[in-house]
């Protein structure tokens, strides 16, 4: 049954319009923009009930140990619906959330994308500088 089927896709992108400064204390977090597609019967849910889904998802997110840092509806973007913005420590406490979310049967698709900063990129060449590795050779 495709409703019931989430694909989870990690893509290593920014948003260039998002600018997200760390501070020293949160180098060791990982920010990840969640997008989610609704099924139809919550968007019918959501509009009929007029509801501030943001509040939720905070509640969500600091329940599993998560910083929020922002919730935006989409219109327009292949995406989907909306952009949960997050800050975890851990990837098993991104994980129950979207664990959460999968199961209660409202949203059809979730995708993430890990965020990294230009600090991010100079400690992984620098890493990658003193690395071996081959390529396939024919």
Do not use: W
């Not at 020293?24 to 501030?52: D, S, V």
């Not at 935006?72 to 949960?84: A, C, S």
């Not at 199961?103 to 965020?115: M, P, Q, R």
């Amino acid at each position: 049954n495709n409703q019931n089927y989430f694909k989870i896709n990690t893509r290593l992108t920014v948003l260039n319009s998002l600018i997200i400064k760390k501070t020293t204390l949160e180098k060791t977090m990982a920010i990840r923009m969640t997008y989610i597609t609704y099924t139809p019967e919550a968007h019918r849910a959501i509009i009929e009930g007029k509801q501030n889904r943001e509040p939720v998802m905070r509640a969500l997110i600091e329940d599993a140990g998560g910083k929020f840092i922002g919730f935006y509806g989409l219109i327009g973007r292949p995406e989907g619906d909306g952009v949960v913005i997050s800050d975890f420590a851990n990837l098993s406490d991104y994980m129950s959330v979207v664990a959460k979310t999968m199961l209660s049967g409202a949203i059809s698709d979730i995708t993430t994308a890990h965020c990294y900063t230009g600090e991010d990129v100079v400690a992984a060449s620098t890493k990658a500088a003193g690395m071996e590795y081959k390529p396939p050779t024919p």
